[in-house]
């Protein structure tokens, strides 16, 4: 999955149009100024992905928290993630006081929509799905809920850019998609994120809120006004350089993912006993894993330790992930705040100590994640799959 495999000229390029002259933010500065780097890649962006506008911050944690904001979440609003996502998920909801209500991940590794609806009460305000690894969550069957009960759709999309549903980008679909450029994404600025919407007034909320409140009218940042509070999670025009030459490697990236993931699979496909991650009806993965499932979970385990052992790096065990999975996650289960939280997220914080994840333990329990490399030869691909399709296939 990471773009930082492949930097080059096009990096070096932008980002010397920006040393040269020495305007490193985004705003103002009009005189000295001779690019425009983040609202150039906001375009691409917004571009590419098929969307009305784009937005440029400072990461993929940054652009949860804005998405969420410019809708009007708040204190006490309740948000359904899944079990199994990146600690920034919840982190994003906690940061505007509302409260993260998890819910169970079925077979796609995404949230399941039966049990979404199970979770729905009064005070939900938002589905969020995670698009992990690559692959997405059923978003018809998201949508119908959330019309339903009247609920935002916020995808993130932080570990699918590229990926589609339905021919759609992934992040489009919904009210608005997130997006990260941190170091190990498909692409990267080194720091950065973006979200995405076809809603004017979410665009412009995030916009403002992004830089302070500033409702950027004018050429005068000190006489802009400020109609309503906000945040700093602008991003720096040498981030937005990097990703500018990054954005337009994208599909290149992509190829190169699909071709290395094709190779693997087809082996792996060899090997009874292994079956793969469901991928819903009209989607089209951005290759960046290859996720499959073992038969037990003690088998999955076994088989993560014997690909290490066997020189096959990358390959991820979820179950027993300190970042990615809820078991381990006792610093949300408790709330350990430096400082006092909300009243609305201490009192109605599920007590997850009582939740049954059984089902979400069931699937992430026997699934295995392997990191597909931008930088590999096509013979070591086919040498790693042979390597993976002899350890797995002495195991099950
Ligand atoms: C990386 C990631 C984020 C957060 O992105 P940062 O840019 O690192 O803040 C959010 N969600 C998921 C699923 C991610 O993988």
Known sequence: MPGFELF????????????Q???????????????WKARELENALAQRMGAKYAHLVSSGTAALTIAMASAGVGAGDEVIMPTFTFVATFEAILALGAVPVMVDVDDTLTLDPKAVEKAISKHT?????????????DLDALAALCRKHQLL???????????SYKGKALGSYGDLGCFSFDYVKTITCGEGGALITDNEAYYTHADHYADHGHDHKGSDRGAESHPFLGYNYRISELHAAVGLAQIARLDDFLKIQKSN????RKR??????????KVPEGGVENYSFLSFFLPTAVLAKKAQAALADAGIDGCFYWYDNNWHYHRQWEHLKDLKSLGFLPNQVRDNLPNYYKSDFSQSDHWVGRTISCLIKLGWKKEEVKQRAETMAQVLGALV
């Not at 080059?8 to 040393?19: C, F, W």
């Not at 020495?22 to 103002?28: A, D, N, S």
């Not at 759709?153 to 699918?160: G, N, R």
């Open 8 to 19: 080059g000229e096009q990096e070096r390029a932008h980002v010397n149009d920006v040393l």
């Open 21 to 35: 002259s020495g305007v490193l933010m985004r705003y103002g500065f009009d005189g000295a100024r001779s690019h």
């Open 125 to 137: 305000k938002v589905i969020m799905p995670v698009h992990m690894c690559g692959s997405m969550a």
């Open 153 to 163: 759709l916020i995808e993130d999309a932080c570990q699918a850019i590229g990926a």
């Open 261 to 264: 993931y094709t190779i693997l």
């Open 268 to 277: 792996l496909n060899q090997v009874p006993g292994i079956t793969f991650r």
